[in-house]
């Protein structure tokens, strides 16, 4: 029978820790904060986190997710305590993560089963942006992990990209930016490694339909399964009662072609199981969240997690 590997993302809503750091804007996140961040709901909260990422695919695939990207971790010690967490210390997972610059203090960051995916080479990118008065504005870094999945070489990009708080049009230009970087990066793979295979995956801010993801497909030669997902009753987070697919996950055509790879497509879907949503009131079937404003509410995450299926031939 033919072996099944499950590569997802989460956006897993603000993962800080306890201590206050004087380098980030962290302070909402403390004991005696307004939100009252306790090592409690922190616990809370790891626990919850860990049981949905051991579950992700549980209906194809016989076990948790072999690659997945996260977005809005502090550091990397609240990774570390992520796979250290209830679900997730029994398999053997590992971490790549970088600080960023960026100004809320939260990075993206990969977590991996080392038992089938073997990396070889990490490196974060920066995005390039400036403010009004040209002062640099600095945001979440663009990772690159290169490995082996199975024996098979793959390079994963994860993202997480300028959120549009100030307006849709107003903060377009900062994710197309992103979508440059990781255009520029895809270029330098295309020219250092024969026929690589790519999977770009991420908190986009954008729907598949945005100009910053269409270029990626335009320019990369990337292949957006979750355009065929997105619809009006369904996406990875929901926004006045609204429906959007941000988080997302492209290959390269490659992963098509036989003869270039051992793996070919076999499903890509947004992990929304019950479980993960509110149960009732007017904000039922949205995702169940850590927090709504400064009320606790002791959910997952606002987001939903994003999955591929890659199946071996």
Same mark, same amino acid.
């Given at each position: 029978? %033919?072996?099944?590997?499950?590569i997802a993302f989460y956006n897993i809503e603000n993962l800080f820790?306890?201590?206050?750091?004087?380098?980030?804007?962290?302070?909402d996140f403390l004991p005696f904060s307004a939100k009252r961040w306790t090592t409690k709901r922190y616990e809370n909260k790891l626990r919850k986190l860990g049981q949905v990422i051991s579950q992700i695919g549980e209906d194809?695939?016989?076990?948790?997710? %072999?690659?997945?990207?996260?977005?809005?971790?502090?550091?990397?010690?609240?990774?570390?305590?992520?796979?250290?967490?209830?679900?997730? *210390?029994?398999?053997?997972?590992d971490i790549v993560h970088y600080d960023s610059s960026d100004e809320r203090g939260i990075d993206v960051a990969l977590i991996y089963d080392k038992n089938v995916f073997e990396v070889s080479h990490s490196e974060p990118f920066s995005v390039y942006l400036t403010k009004e008065d040209g002062s640099r504005d600095y945001t979440r870094d663009v990772l690159l992990v290169t490995g082996r999945l199975n024996?098979?070489?793959i390079h994963v990009i994860v993202n997480h990209w300028s959120s549009r708080r100030q307006g849709e049009k107003e903060t377009e230009h900062k994710r197309l930016a992103a979508a440059d970087t990781v255009n520029r990066i895809i270029e330098?793979?295309? *020219?250092?490694?024969?026929?690589?295979?790519?999977?770009?995956?991420?908190d986009f801010n954008d729907t598949p339909q945005n100009n910053s993801l269409l270029s990626?497909?335009? *320019? %990369?030669?990337?292949?957006?399964?979750?355009?065929?997902?997105a619809t009006y009753d369904k996406g990875s987070l929901n926004h006045d009662f609204e429906w959007h697919l941000f988080d997302q996950i492209l290959i390269s055509t490659n992963f098509f072609d036989a003869k270039s790879t051992q793996f070919n497509l076999s499903k890509a879907d947004?992990?929304? %199981?019950?479980?993960?949503?509110?149960?009732?009131?007017?904000?039922?079937?949205?995702?169940?969240?850590t927090y709504v404003g400064k009320r606790y509410k002791g959910g997952y995450s606002d987001h939903f997690p994003v999955y591929i299926e890659l199946k071996e031939d």
């Amino acid at each position: 029978m %033919s072996k099944k590997y499950t590569i997802a993302f989460y956006n897993i809503e603000n993962l800080f820790d306890t201590k206050d750091d004087e380098h980030t804007n962290d302070d909402d996140f403390l004991p005696f904060s307004a939100k009252r961040w306790t090592t409690k709901r922190y616990e809370n909260k790891l626990r919850k986190l860990g049981q949905v990422i051991s579950q992700i695919g549980e209906d194809d695939v016989d076990m948790p997710p %072999s690659i997945v990207g996260l977005a809005e971790v502090e550091n990397r010690h609240v990774v570390k305590d992520l796979i250290e967490s209830k679900y997730l *210390k029994h398999y053997n997972y590992d971490i790549v993560h970088y600080d960023s610059s960026d100004e809320r203090g939260i990075d993206v960051a990969l977590i991996y089963d080392k038992n089938v995916f073997e990396v070889s080479h990490s490196e974060p990118f920066s995005v390039y942006l400036t403010k009004e008065d040209g002062s640099r504005d600095y945001t979440r870094d663009v990772l690159l992990v290169t490995g082996r999945l199975n024996g098979e070489q793959i390079h994963v990009i994860v993202n997480h990209w300028s959120s549009r708080r100030q307006g849709e049009k107003e903060t377009e230009h900062k994710r197309l930016a992103a979508a440059d970087t990781v255009n520029r990066i895809i270029e330098v793979l295309q *020219k250092n490694y024969d026929d690589p295979k790519v999977i770009v995956m991420g908190d986009f801010n954008d729907t598949p339909q945005n100009n910053s993801l269409l270029s990626l497909e335009e *320019k %990369s030669k990337l292949y957006n399964p979750f355009k065929k997902i997105a619809t009006y009753d369904k996406g990875s987070l929901n926004h006045d009662f609204e429906w959007h697919l941000f988080d997302q996950i492209l290959i390269s055509t490659n992963f098509f072609d036989a003869k270039s790879t051992q793996f070919n497509l076999s499903k890509a879907d947004v992990f929304n %199981s019950q479980f993960l949503t509110q149960y009732h009131g007017k904000y039922k079937g949205q995702p169940f969240r850590t927090y709504v404003g400064k009320r606790y509410k002791g959910g997952y995450s606002d987001h939903f997690p994003v999955y591929i299926e890659l199946k071996e031939d």
